[in-house]
């Protein structure tokens, strides 16, 4: 869900999801794929390949790598399509997680 009266995200009017909406997804998906709520965040890598619809249901899947549990792999999905992609690297605070 997508508030575009959030006056930063949605400084102008548009119909796309904004990038900075979708890097913040990526950051919220890869902390709760990890389970660690509070993590930092040491990196984020996107790539957009299309402008993702505001109007379009859209998914965000998140996936851990298999080599490294601070690494996430994040696509967003509009209609069976991956739109933007990204890697979530967390610096976990082990105290906090």
């Not at 957009?48 to 996936?63: I, K, S």
């Amino acid at each position: 869900r997508v508030d575009d009266r959030h006056p930063v995200l949605f400084d102008h009017p548009s119909d796309h999801v904004p990038g900075m909406l979708l890097l913040e997804a990526f950051r919220q998906s890869a902390r709760a794929a990890c389970g660690c709520p509070d993590a930092d965040i040491a990196l984020i890598e996107a790539t957009y390949h299309r402008f993702v619809e505001l109007d379009e249901p859209a998914n965000v899947v998140a996936r851990i790598d298999a080599h490294d549990p601070w690494i996430v792999r994040t696509t967003v999905e509009q209609w069976g399509e991956v739109l933007a992609s990204g890697v979530v690297r967390l610096a976990p605070d082990r105290s906090r997680c």
